[in-house]
């Protein structure tokens, strides 16, 4: 697991002023990977800082690398992180180092590595970014357990949770070629379901959400039929970033039965851009979650002892609506969730050793997200079917009302990471609007 170094050091500045600003989701300390491309060039990775956007394939054109870090910020600058995310955490902190080396004031280099800052940086209004990596596959698990809770009691109020909520972090295997990138719009599924007088429909869903989830892409993963004890899960968790699992209500009340969401979620799934670094997440990490009075303690391969004592994570996770009429009048998104990724029931340590105890081969690149990340209190509820039930609309400040989103609706997903005697760091946005379904061929 990472360890505090120099890279996350709080009087550590950028010699780019706008990164030291209180709120940049970007400091030095940050640092994360994403894959860009600007008009007229071709895809390339690069590593956000303030408002700009480190070219590593400039940046490793300059020469700026040598020695250890040198195969890893090649592999950086390529139009897909994957041979960087196989490379593993230990790759990845050599690089950390010598990017935060080149970008730090009064590093050894800085004045002159500030003077080819026109060559280096890219302002990120001038860039399109796109998917990180080749995602091969896609899991979606299912660990808040007031998220569980509530979904469950709208079935069953007296036994809402699944029997295995507790002994295992529950999951399905979701759709890795409907991934996209934040921004790209999202168009509202045509599908089947059935009315509540009994008669069965398809057409364009009349219950589209959202789920505010955090993700982590596989670093190195395992061959199949060896599974990854936790002491080992670390090391393959290479980074994280926000997901808003669009799930289509209707369809997946239809479908679910008995095998488990299918088309209410393989519409899309959009990820924020920006990948924060195991290693930039560390200041963050916090206990697992304690287990309530007379919950069963997890079984044995599923409780490591650094897990249990730093296998959390203290990321605000905030959800916001922008409506059509908002836009027009010039409204600012409306925040309508609020929570904290500490409400997780299981650590991401134990969604992977889980994932992988059957043999079941992880690879670089690979997509695992957390499941919705309600916590406790209303204002946590981290999706519409939560916070309306499809019954109680959603009073935005304009006066607007939703029991779901509506088309030309824009959800916004941010996260950050903030603690006392560090730099706080953001994930960045997580944007996505829905688009009307289409007209179903004739
Ligand atoms: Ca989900």
């Not at 994957?82 to 080396?101: E, I, K, P």
């Amino acid at each position: 697991m990472a360890e505090l170094n120099a890279t996350h050091d709080p009087a550590r500045r950028a010699w780019l002023d706008i990164a030291n600003q209180p709120g940049c989701d970007f400091p030095i300390q940050n640092l994360p990977h994403g894959v860009f491309r600007r008009a007229g060039q071709s895809a390339r990775g690069g590593v956000a800082i303030g408002d700009r956007i480190l070219d590593m394939q400039a940046a490793v054109a300059a020469g700026l690398f040598a020695g250890a870090p040198a195969e890893a910020a090649r592999a950086a600058a390529e139009p897909s992180l994957n041979r960087l995310m196989a490379m593993g955490n230990g790759a990845a902190a050599a690089l950390r180092a010598r990017l935060s080396d080149l970008l730090r004031a009064e590093g050894p280099e800085a004045t002159r590595i500030a003077a080819m800052a026109d060559r280096l940086l890219v302002p990120m209004t001038e860039a399109e970014m796109l998917l990180p990596a080749e995602i091969g596959a896609f899991t979606d698990f299912l660990t808040s357990l007031y998220h569980t809770e509530r979904g469950g009691r709208q079935r069953n109020p007296e036994n809402p949770l699944p029997p295995a909520f507790r002994h295992l972090p529950v999951a399905y295997n979701s759709r890795a070629s409907s991934v996209r990138m934040s921004g790209e719009a999202v168009r509202r599924p045509n599908g089947q379901w059935q009315r509540p007088d009994g008669s069965v429909q398809f057409g364009p869903s009349e219950a589209q959400d959202f789920e505010l989830e955090v993700g982590f892409f596989v670093g190195p993963g395992n061959p199949i039929g060896e599974p990854i004890p936790i002491s080992a899960a670390p090391d393959h968790i290479w980074g994280f970033c926000l997901v808003n699992d669009w799930s289509a209500r209707d369809i997946q009340r239809w479908e679910s039965v008995p095998l488990g969401p299918f088309l209410s979620k393989s519409l899309s799934t959009s990820i924020s851009p920006w990948i924060v670094t195991a290693e930039a997440m560390a200041p963050f990490r916090a206990p697992a979650p304690a287990r309530l009075p007379g919950d069963p303690a997890p079984l044995p391969h599923l409780t490591g002892v650094r897990d249990q004592a730093e296998g959390g994570f203290d990321i605000t996770l905030e959800a916001f609506l922008l409506t059509p009429r908002m836009r027009e009048t010039g409204a600012g998104p409306a925040r309508i969730t609020s929570t904290n990724f500490l409400h997780m029931y299981w650590t991401f340590g134990q969604m992977l050793t889980h994932h992988a105890s059957n043999g079941c081969n992880l690879r670089p690149g690979d997509l695992i997200a957390s499941g919705t990340t309600s916590g406790p209190t209303d204002a946590s509820r981290a999706c519409l079917s939560e916070i309306t039930r499809g019954r109680d609309p959603l009073t935005l400040p304009n006066g607007e009302t939703r029991l779901w989103l509506q088309d030309g609706d824009e959800v916004i997903l941010r996260g950050r990471a903030e603690r006392t005697g560090h730099v706080a760091i953001g994930l960045g946005e997580c944007r996505g609007r829905i688009d009307p379904a289409p007209a179903w061929p004739a």
